[in-house]
């Protein structure tokens, strides 16, 4: 993981492009029938571009595009409860795999480090859903949200293990000598 200092206007770009990326495929997730059937259950392959954000540039930038895609999507679906399902998920989920990419990567790899976060995130939209209706009953959801946590997670890492390995480092980085240089790799 490469965590660049450097503020660049490259950086801001592809920062853009994953945030638009994110947005776009969560507004077409949208239209597609829920998973097995459980209302809510999604792949969730726009979560896809905040990891990527997250291995390649931090932390801080991969909660920017989190932000962005759940406060555009909820505006584009109209739907001001997607927000709450999907930020407070989506933050848990982040928060787990910032700790887990900082203090147990190599031991554990991208895949678990993915699916873990997949099955918080799903975790945490079940018990906001059950606090916010005040049905504990729905809590039998949760064996069924984390089966899809583990699939989404693993299908969801294959996808960003590929690019990572397939896109060339120098889309995504300048080489720092001290100041980013045009065309420069590293």
Do not use: W
Request: net charge positive; glycine share 10%; hydrophobic share 60%.
């Amino acid at each position: 993981m490469h965590f660049r200092r450097s503020f660049s206007g490259r950086r801001v770009a592809v920062l853009g492009v994953l945030a638009g990326l994110s947005l776009a495929v969560h507004t077409l997730e949208a239209l597609i029938p829920p998973l097995f059937g459980i209302p809510g259950a999604k792949l969730g392959l726009s979560n896809l571009f905040s990891m990527l954000a997250l291995v390649l540039y931090g932390p801080l930038d991969a909660f920017l595009i989190l932000i962005a895609r759940t406060l555009l999507g909820a505006a584009i679906a109209g739907n001001a409860s997607s927000l709450l399902f999907s930020l407070s998920g989506g933050v848990c989920a982040l928060a787990l795999s910032a700790v887990l990419i900082r203090f147990a990567l190599p031991r554990v790899s991208y895949l678990a480090i993915n699916i873990a976060a997949a099955v918080v995130h799903n975790a945490v939209q079940v018990l906001v859903y059950v606090l916010e209706t005040s049905t504990p009953n729905n809590f039998v959801l949760l064996p069924y949200f984390a089966l899809v946590g583990v699939l989404s997670g693993a299908a969801v890492a294959a996808v960003g293990i590929l690019i990572l390995k397939r896109v060339p480092e120098r889309i995504f980085y300048m080489k720092i000598t001290g100041q980013d240089t045009p065309g420069g790799v590293i």
